[in-house]
């Protein structure tokens, strides 16, 4: 048996038929140009322990603002509160305390949210003043979301937004509620809403 831990001598090349081992015999140049991408890479996805902590909350916060529950506690609260708003320069009184409840009620939901995964409010805003995050190096969700609890128009556009959306599914159709019902592997579906708009006479008497 020949170790490949040490070249072989003459009379070792001459048993083994005049073949060399080149396993480990390097090659000048060969690889050398792989080698070094792969350490960039390694160094480049590593990065610091700041940038590795900010990444992990901001994918974290990503999740949450994608969970159904956020989703329903925006649109609960856009639904609760959007009808005082007007497309106009002027702004009303009732906004300002409009305008703090939502604060209060998103804020309070990323905060419980990102506490029981290990992060908190207070380490976000930290690290983005830290790294002063631009838009484009958040999601759009994300920095939409961000810039609505600290710009209040942001916040308001967003409550127009919404309102009109409303009001053109309204003009559209009527609303029918399909109720909770369980299905048959005994889960229970969430109450949607249809909107179905009128057939017009034509297509009634059309079969």
């Known amino acids: ?85 007007v497309d106009t320069e002027e702004n009303k009184l009732e906004y300002t305390s409009i305008f703090a409840k939502y604060q209060e009620v998103i804020e309070v939901y990323i905060e419980r949210r990102l506490r029981e995964r290990g992060f908190s409010m207070e380490e976000l805003v930290s690290l983005l003043h830290t790294k002063h995050a631009e838009n484009d190096e958040l999601s759009h969700d994300v920095f939409d979301v961000l810039s609505s609890l600290s710009d209040f128009a942001t916040f308001k556009e967003g409550m127009l937004a919404f309102k009109k959306k409303t009001r053109e599914l309204e003009l559209a159709g009527h609303s029918v509620t399909v109720h909770r019902e369980e299905m048959e592997d005994g889960e229970e579906r969430p109450d949607i809403m249809l909107h179905v708009s009128p057939l017009s006479p034509t297509a009634r008497t059309t079969k």
């Open 1 to 85: 048996t020949y170790s490949s831990s040490r070249p072989m001598d003459p009379s070792e090349q001459e048993e083994m038929g005049g073949f060399t081992d080149i396993v480990d015999e390097a090659i000048p140049g060969m690889n050398t140009w792989a080698d070094e991408e792969e350490q960039d890479f390694i160094l480049e996805a590593t990065g610091t322990e700041e940038e590795q902590r900010f990444d992990q909350l901001v994918g974290c916060l990503e999740d949450i603002i994608l969970e159904d529950g956020f989703h329903e506690a925006m649109t609960s609260f856009q639904r609760e509160n959007s009808e005082p708003f």
